[in-house]
Nanobody, 119 residues
Framework: QVQLVESGGGLVQAGGSLRLSCAAS????????MGWYRQAPGKQRELVAT?????NTNYADSMKGRFTVSRDKEAVYLQMNSLRPEDTAVYFC???????????????WGQGTQVTVSS
């Protein structure tokens, strides 16, 4: 069974840091783009950052300079620095996975991890 498992959320004071991890497991042929979204209470899910298999990154404007996305073979990470109360949200990782050599690409999501930033 293919799944993405996240870890690393928690409670932190404003100005602090957290590192989120997301590991893919199961029968996977290849992984294309990976990344992170977040969803705050009462708001739509929004893009945080993405990273391609070549290592090209993209960030939402409000995260530039504070968040860093990285990856290794089957995991993606999000280093979050200078956290603000408005960063409080559930953070979801995602990955575009190919499960067989001639198969299509599927988007998988992690279960979400809560990040709470206190003022």
């Amino acid at each position: 069974q293919v799944q993405l498992v996240e870890s690393g959320g928690g409670l932190v004071q404003a100005g602090g840091s957290l590192r989120l991890s997301c590991a893919a497991s199961g029968s996977i042929f290849s992984i294309n783009t990976m990344g992170w979204y977040r969803q705050a209470p009462g708001k739509q899910r929004e893009l945080v950052a993405t990273i391609t298999s070549a290592g090209n990154t993209n960030y939402a404007d409000s995260m530039k300079g504070r968040f860093t996305v990285s990856r290794d073979k089957e995991a993606v990470y999000l280093q979050m620095n200078s956290l603000r109360p408005e960063d409080t949200a559930v953070y979801f990782c995602y990955a575009l996975l190919v499960l067989s050599s001639s198969g299509p690409t599927y988007r998988y999501w992690g279960q979400g991890t809560q990040v709470t930033v206190s003022s």
